[in-house]
């Protein structure tokens, strides 16, 4: 179909005599076309009427629409099986076009900040290869909604003390505090509620309260509302972590500011100007911060164990040897482990927070060599079994080794229990005659003790006569 413009060109060059041979080779036109445009002697392009050939079922298609949930597919058949004669390209172009199924689509506008009002935060997923080993970390992002200054870090986990530390590197990052922090509706700050209705966690909110700023969250879904901070995850993954690897956390973060300082230096197309330059506007509306920021720490009580460590996040630090058995108090900041016995007595490590499950010992915490911490007996129940009873010593060195229990204390236990409840006699020789069989189950044990204290300890003899 001709547009309107074609149209024009076909009638201003008729009225300069053209011919209409000319005018099609001229435009790449039939000359059909030239003498409709010609005859109809308009530039308004004719609008198509044609008969839509599912209109005639349109009621049937919404019952049908309602009954199959939503399922095109299954409304095509069952249209088929009643008889319409009806293509599936017919009837999904059909409901496009009538809105059957659609959500209408909405303008989603822009939103506008004054300088110092808004930061915005939020985490996001990313693989990162750390220490030679890929970890499937969290990135927590902050923006300042006027001046695009960016702001993030990245770490393993994503906890409300990690989102403390986090924001409070971001606020000194950005040397002030806006009026109000965007975040989703995660648990981490969300107490209950959404949107506006959101009311956020004690906790956080007294820690908003010693930065200068409050807590607000957008409606589920609204992910535009948002923006100025979800952008920047897809540059962050695809520029900064594209083809780089870190010796270890702390290095890390290390290169993100870095980068950010860069980034933010740096002159962006979608806003026409360089954040640093921006920033310099809204960083006089921002709230001056504390004159002192305490640190953020998250308290834990442990007691130390056998072998002289605590377990924080699943890693173990050492502690004195004198320690053991008492109840300490560990503060663990951003940095650091402190291990708290008393207030003259204080132990501290470096934070580590991969590869889990490792020891991390002080070199003044490590027994000299050949003196290491003395032990007792793991089994003080073998002690006792080989003390009533010695000559079943064999038979309970191979229960250790050939049992079914998983815990030896368990089957040790059980043992003593049968010495202690039944005679002595028949426990020995259902003993013996286990050992001599390779029988190790303890309940097969007991019934054989039972038997042999029934037929020996408890005959029934003759019935006496009546008085």
């Not at 204080?346 to 991969?354: E, G, K, N």
Request: proline share 6%.
């Amino acid at each position: 179909m001709l547009s309107q413009a074609q149209r024009t060109t076909i009638l201003e060059l008729n009225a300069k005599q053209v011919s209409k041979r000319e005018i099609a080779r001229v435009m790449g036109i039939s000359r059909v076309a030239v003498r409709k445009v010609l005859r109809s002697n308009s530039t308004t392009v004719p609008e198509l009427h044609r008969v839509e050939k599912a209109e005639p079922h349109r009621q049937q298609i919404l019952e049908l629409f309602e009954q199959c949930k939503g399922n095109l597919v299954r409304v095509h058949e069952e249209l088929a099986a009643s008889g319409a004669v009806l293509s599936y390209q017919a009837l999904t172009g059909f409901c496009r076009r009538q809105g059957i199924g659609q959500t209408p689509v909405a303008p989603a506008g822009q939103y506008h900040f004054e300088p110092g009002v808004e930061m915005q935060h939020d985490t996001s997923p990313h693989t990162v290869e750390v220490g030679g080993r890929k970890y499937r970390a969290q990135t927590a992002s902050a923006v300042l909604c006027y001046s695009r200054m960016l702001f993030f870090q990245i770490a393993p986990t994503f906890q409300r003390f990690d989102c403390k530390v986090f924001l409070t590197d971001a606020v000194r990052y950005m040397n002030g505090a806006p009026q109000r922090v965007m975040t989703d509706n995660t648990h981490v700050v969300v107490l209950r509620g959404t949107g506006r209705e959101m009311i956020p966690v004690p906790e956080m909110e007294a820690f908003a309260d010693r930065l200068g700023f409050r807590f607000v969250a957008h409606a589920i879904g609204d992910a535009n509302r948002s923006a100025r901070v979800e952008r920047p995850f897809w540059f962050i993954e695809n520029n900064f972590l594209a083809g780089r690897t870190f010796t270890g956390w702390q290095d890390l973060n290390q290169q993100a500011r870095q980068w950010c300082d860069k980034v933010n230096s740096t002159y962006k197309k979608h806003i026409r100007a360089v954040p640093r330059e921006l920033f310099a506007v809204e960083r006089v509306h921002l709230k001056p911060l504390p004159a002192w920021i305490p640190e953020v720490y998250r308290l834990h009580q442990r007691t130390v164990d056998v072998e002289g460590y605590v377990s924080v996040n699943s890693i173990r630090y050492s502690v004195p040897v004198a320690w053991i058995g008492h109840r300490v108090e560990i503060r663990e900041t951003r940095d650091r482990i402190e291990v708290e016995l008393d207030a003259r007595h204080i132990v501290t490590h470096d934070r580590i927070l991969t590869p889990l499950s490792q020891r991390i010992t002080l070199a003044e915490h490590r027994p000299p060599r050949g003196e290491g911490v003395k032990r007792s007996d793991p089994h003080p129940e073998e002690a006792a079994l080989v003390g009533a009873a010695p000559q079943i010593a064999p038979y309970i060195e191979d229960l250790k080794q050939k049992g079914r229990k998983v815990v030896v204390t368990l089957a040790l236990r059980q043992l003593l229990r049968l010495l202690r409840e039944y005679p002595r006699e028949p426990f020995l020789a259902a003993v013996a005659e286990a050992a001599r069989y390779g029988l190790y189950d303890l309940d097969r044990l007991e019934r054989m003790i039972l038997r042999r204290v029934a037929r020996d300890y408890f005959l029934i003899g003759e019935k006496e006569p009546e008085g």
